[in-house]
Nanobody, 124 residues
């Protein structure tokens, strides 16, 4: 059973930066495509970014392009989300997700494994 644990959330002022981490255990991390999603109060969970198992490809949602970077360290079984130039509309619970196999997917239905989420709050 794969377990994902996010960390790194918190309160930051607009324009600031945060780095989220997602540590995986219980599976072969290097075989999994990984992604970050977020969910704001009263809204559906939305895709943020995805990365292939080899880091050869990444994919970003339009609202975060140029500001967020997803990357991974397979030796540490960890995927990261570097968030720069944060805006109040980035406020949400951020979730790490994983799936076995190749490809990049933005639908949460494509992911088998989920973390518990970490809160990110951006003040104006």
């Amino acid at each position: 059973q794969v377990q994902l644990v996010e960390s790194g959330g918190g309160l930051v002022q607009a324009g600031g930066s945060l780095r989220l981490s997602c540590a995986a255990s219980g599976g072969t991390f290097k075989n999994y495509g990984m992604a970050w999603f977020r969910q704001a109060p009263g809204k559906e969970r939305e895709f943020v970014a995805a990365i292939t198992w080899s880091s050869s490809s990444t994919y970003y949602a339009d609202p975060v392009k140029g500001r967020f970077t997803i990357y991974r360290d397979n030796a540490k079984n960890t995927v990261y989300l570097q968030m720069n130039s944060l805006k109040p509309e980035d406020t949400a619970v951020y979730y790490c997700a994983g799936r076995s196999g190749t490809g990049l997917f933005s639908s949460p239905l494509q992911y088998n494994y989920w973390g518990q989420g970490t809160q990110v709050t951006v003040s104006s």
